[in-house]
C-alpha cells in the first residue's frame, strides 16, 4: 500500500469516526468528497443562530 493510500484511508476515517460520534452511520459506499460534505452539512446545523455572534447582520 503506497503512503498516499494510507494518508487518503486515514482521512475518511477520521471523517468516518466524527460522523458517528453525530449519530450518523450510513457511512458505507460514499467517497471521502461525500462524507466530508455530510460532515459540513450536520456542523452547519449544529450552529445556533439566535445568538448574536452566528448571526450575519
Not at 503506497?2 to 468516518?16: G, R, T, W
Not at 466524527?18 to 460532515?39: A, N, S, W
Request: aromatic letters at 6%; zero cysteines; hydrophobic letters at 35%.
Amino acid at each position: 500500500m503506497k503512503a498516499v493510500d494510507v494518508l487518503e484511508k486515514a482521512k475518511k476515517n477520521h471523517i468516518i469516526e466524527q460522523l458517528h460520534e453525530k449519530g450518523f452511520k450510513d457511512t458505507e459506499g460514499k467517497d471521502y468528497k461525500e462524507l466530508r460534505h455530510k460532515l459540513a452539512v450536520i456542523r452547519a446545523m449544529e450552529i445556533d443562530v439566535s445568538k448574536d455572534e452566528n448571526r450575519w447582520v
